[in-house]
């Protein structure tokens, strides 16, 4: 995984974005997002105690390319990239390929997280953020689950600011200085 500021320049949202400011891993705790590396993709047992730790009932297997969505591609990736929040954590296991995920600073900036195979995340629910392919297009993950398998994003607007969620995290990361999980 690398972290780093998003340089906000115009161009292809799968292409790096690099603004060459590296992000501290503490500095993303500080935001309430978890990150593991479990390089052995075939040896599920560092995930499975995760799963167990965080009581993820459920998973999933999603691959993100142009072979498995055809002309649905594009335009999945563009809504993967509205951004939005959810009201349960969103958790992705990188199994094969790469993509990236930005996330909302305390500043309302975007922080860039590229992750590869091996490198899981654990977002809070209510924390703005987005994801993307790389320029490879092809991205597939281990979706994991608190309940029934699900993925409903609530896009950015006046609304969602004020979801009880984002509140939650709000506090939670404003007050305490470290979020937890539900």
């Not at 974005?17 to 309430?32: A, T």
């Not at 335009?75 to 009201?87: A, G, P, Q, Y």
């Not at 699900?150 to 979020?179: C, F, H, I, M």
């Amino acid at each position: 995984m690398k972290a780093y500021w998003y340089d906000n320049e115009p161009g292809d949202q799968r292409l790096p974005h690099d603004s060459g400011r590296e992000v501290d891993p503490s500095y993303l705790s500080k935001l309430g997002v978890i990150y593991r590396s479990f390089p052995d993709v075939e040896n599920a047992s560092s995930v499975d105690a995760l799963a167990s730790e965080r009581s993820y009932k459920n998973r999933d297997t999603i691959t993100v390319s142009p072979a498995t969505m055809g002309d649905a591609y594009e335009s999945k990736v563009k809504m993967f990239f509205n951004e939005h929040l959810h009201e349960d954590e969103e958790i992705r296991y990188i199994l094969d390929g790469a993509g990236y995920f930005d996330v909302r600073s305390e500043g309302d900036e975007w922080v860039r997280l590229r992750l590869e195979k091996g490198d899981l995340i654990v977002l809070p629910s209510g924390i703005y953020h987005r994801f993307t392919s790389d320029d490879q297009n092809y991205t597939k993950a281990m979706r994991l689950f608190k309940d029934e398998p699900k993925w409903t994003p609530l896009n950015r607007g006046a609304e969602t600011d004020d979801n009880q969620y984002r509140k939650e995290y709000l506090n939670l990361r404003d007050g305490s200085g470290a979020v937890t999980a539900h």
